[in-house]
Structure formats: C-alpha cells, structure tokens
C-alpha cells in the first residue's frame, strides 16, 4: 500500500526555520514528481513547491520563493522542504504528494499525505 508520511512541522517564531519531510513507503518516489501543499484554515489548499523526478528541476510558489528550498534524496525515499525565515501566514497543514511533473503543479498528485502542522507565532 502506497503511503506518503510527512514529519518535521510544529511551532516556531516568526524569522525561524523548519525542515519537513516526506517519507514513501509502498512506491519509489524516484518515478514521480513530488510536491509540497498547504491549507491553511478557511481556506483553499495552495501550491508551495514540487521538484522533478531527477531533481534538477523545482518550482515555487511566489509567496515561499527565496525562503523554502526543497530537495529530494531519492534512494532513501524522501522528499524535504526547508522552510526559512517563517512568517505567520505560513501557518497551515502542509502536504506532499507524489505525480506527474505537469500535473503535480495544479494540484493533481496520484498520491497525498495526511500533512503536518506548521505553526508560526509572531
């Protein structure tokens, strides 16, 4: 059974840092694309950043660019978000998901995780 687990949110002050990560157990990441969501309460889930197969290629959302860096170490099956200088709209459940390249951009993954809680206090 595919499953992506994602670990690493939790509480933290405005200006400081999280790394979350993905791990996938049932499928080899390294065949999909993967990315990072988030929802934040009342709203819409919004994409943050997805990364190619091979990870040359990654993509962020205009609000993370320059903060988050994501990254991928396919032979352990994990995916990770750095998350720097953290402001207090970056409060909400972030998620990963593994699928195409194209697609994973709209928010279209084959494969979701349960997310985890960031929450950043000002």
């Known amino acids: 059974q595919a499953q992506l687990v994602e670990s690493g949110g939790g509480l933290v002050q405005a200006g400081g840092s999280l790394r979350l990560s993905c791990a996938a157990s049932?499928?080899?990441?390294?065949?999909?694309?993967m990315g990072w969501f988030r929802q934040a309460p009342g709203k819409e889930r919004e994409f943050v950043s997805a990364?190619?197969?091979?990870?040359?290629?990654?993509y962020y959302a205009d609000s993370v660019k320059g903060r988050f860096t994501i990254s991928r170490v396919n032979a352990k099956n994990t995916v990770y978000l750095q998350m720097n200088s953290l402001k207090p709209e970056d409060t909400a459940v972030y998620s990963c998901?593994?699928?195409?390249?194209?697609?994973?951009?709209?928010?279209?993954?084959?494969?979701w995780g349960q997310g985890t809680q960031v929450t950043v206090s000002s």
């Open positions: 998901a593994a699928g195409d390249s194209r697609e994973i951009r709209t928010g279209r993954g084959d494969y």
């Open positions: 990364i190619s197969w091979s990870g040359d290629f990654t």
């Open positions: 049932g499928l080899t990441i390294r065949n999909y694309a």
